[in-house]
């Protein structure tokens, strides 16, 4: 599987965006995925996770009730995965990446960078004061 991320962008603050991950080359109903993040000079970070499923999800806690990670609820294994990121701030300015793995539990979730081993390329999120 390879993916591509999209939707990044300038927005100001409090504003909305919604990033997008196409997974293609593979059965993507196999794989649980997730939305990491770097900024300038920092390590990269878990934002949300997601399962084959899409039925269990995870944030942390600085995006919790603002952002929302989703894939198609009928069918996981089209090939998108969603970030819906509202009430932005301009700490969450930062290049995000979505990430997959396989996953042989439907429900599984993985938060650490280190457990996913197919990577997009990364989106800039700049989000002005």
């Known amino acids: 599987v390879q993916l591509q991320a999209s939707g990044g962008g300038l927005v100001q603050a409090g504003g909305s965006l919604r990033l997008s991950c196409a997974a293609s080359?593979?059965?993507?109903?196999?794989?649980?995925a997730g939305w990491f993040r770097q900024a300038p000079g920092k390590e990269r970070e878990f934002v949300a996770v997601?399962?084959?499923?899409?039925?269990?999800?995870?944030?942390?806690a600085s995006v919790e009730g603002r952002f929302t990670i989703s894939r198609d609820a009928r069918d996981a294994s089209k090939n998108m995965v969603y970030l819906h990121m509202n009430g932005l701030k301009p700490e969450d300015t930062a290049v995000y990446y979505c990430?997959?793995?396989?996953?042989?539990?439907?429900?599984?979730?993985?938060?650490?960078?280190?457990?996913?081993?197919?990577w997009g390329q990364g989106t800039l999120v700049t989000v002005s004061s």
């Open positions: 997601i399962s084959r499923s899409g039925e269990v999800t995870d944030y942390r």
């Open positions: 990430a997959a793995r396989t996953s042989v539990r439907t429900n599984t979730i993985y938060t650490t960078s280190a457990a996913y081993d197919v």
């Open positions: 080359g593979g059965y993507f109903g196999y794989y649980a």
